[in-house]
């Protein structure tokens, strides 16, 4: 399952409609958060909002995290160990005031586990694929891979 939020603030009606169509023509399995009670998405499962909790259940049950390029998103996926795709919103557009998500995105290209996709052909390439790697922060991965690593030694070691 792909989970996709676009925040709390503002519907973001060109994300969601990306996904629907991602979602027919693929067959993904896309649960969303619009903010939009009056969104008509016909191949993903949505709603407005979701409680805190249920918020919180269905990042951590996704596959990916897909999300405006505002904080509170990545942070999600990083804490969950998930990859996350940014389709950051546009001022020119009409989508936000400035356009600090386009910085955003732009800053954090390239580290791992965030993906960025400018338009709706590198959002659905990103959707489709089976290689995404969990986001999180450098000192956690090092950390974690250590862990991971220490742990396979030591059950070499006991066979």
């Known amino acids: 399952m792909i989970f996709a939020t676009v925040g ?10 990306a996904l629907s169509r991602a979602a027919e023509r ?15 998405a016909p191949h993903i499962r949505h709603q407005a909002f979701f409680a805190p909790a249920e918020f919180a259940d269905l990042a951590t049950m996704a596959s990916v995290i897909v999300g405006h390029a505002g904080i ?7 804490t969950r160990s998930k990859p996350v795709i940014l389709y950051p919103r546009r001022a020119a557009l009409g989508e936000h005031r400035n356009d ?12 791992e586990g965030i993906y960025v996709a400018m338009d709706d052909q590198e959002l659905e390439n990103y959707l489709v694929r089976t ?3 969990p986001a999180c922060m450098s000192e ?3 950390r974690r891979d ?14």
Not at 8 to 17: A, C, K, S
């Open 26 to 40: 693929h067959r993904l399995d896309i649960v969303a958060q619009t903010a939009d009670a009056s969104c008509s």
């Open 72 to 78: 509170g998103t990545i942070i999600t996926a990083q």
């Open 100 to 111: 600090h998500q386009m910085a955003t995105a732009r800053a954090l290209a390239g580290i």
């Open 8 to 17: 709390t603030q503002l519907p973001f009606p060109r994300l969601v409609d």
């Open 140 to 142: 956690t991965c090092q």
């Open 146 to 159: 250590q862990l991971v690593d220490r742990l396979k030694s030591f059950i070499h070691e006991q066979r």
């Open 131 to 133: 290689d995404l790697v």
